[in-house]
């Protein structure tokens, strides 16, 4: 998956969507790509690890990381049903709001 993903986005566009200078526009895309993703974290870390290492940003490679493990979109439903909408809703706010303050924490220590 890494390498069809990588196949179709150089290095250029990895930067240009996701990269430093791509400022908020790339957190909203990491963000929006992290919560739909189900993928597990095995396979995440060397994927966001190729995604550095063709220039993506720390703060949106941090965003990204930090939503598909805390903010699900496709498990929302199951969530609901398990614990309640209020709490699942709630919850998912809160980590959405975490998720921004951490990754714009990133953003400024690593640059």
């Known amino acids: 998956m890494i390498g069809f993903i990588l196949t179709f986005l150089d290095g250029q566009t990895i930067s240009k969507l996701r990269g430093t200078d791509s400022g908020v ?3 909203v895309i990491a963000a ?3 919560c739909i993703a189900l993928i ?3 396979v995440a870390f ?5 995604l550095l290492a063709a220039g993506a940003g720390y703060a949106q490679i941090a ?5 598909f ?3 699900g979109i496709a498990t929302l439903p199951l969530e609901m049903k398990c ?3 209020h709490i699942a809703l709630k919850r998912n ?3 959405l709001i975490f998720v921004v303050i951490a990754s714009c924490v990133v953003g400024v220590i690593m640059s």
């Open 40 to 42: 597990p974290g095995f």
């Open 32 to 34: 929006a790509v992290g």
């Open 93 to 95: 706010i809160l980590s």
């Open 46 to 50: 060397p994927f966001v690890a190729s």
């Open 69 to 71: 493990m805390m903010v």
């Open 63 to 67: 965003i990204f990381i930090l939503k």
């Open 25 to 27: 526009l790339g957190m």
């Open 83 to 85: 614990f309640g909408k």
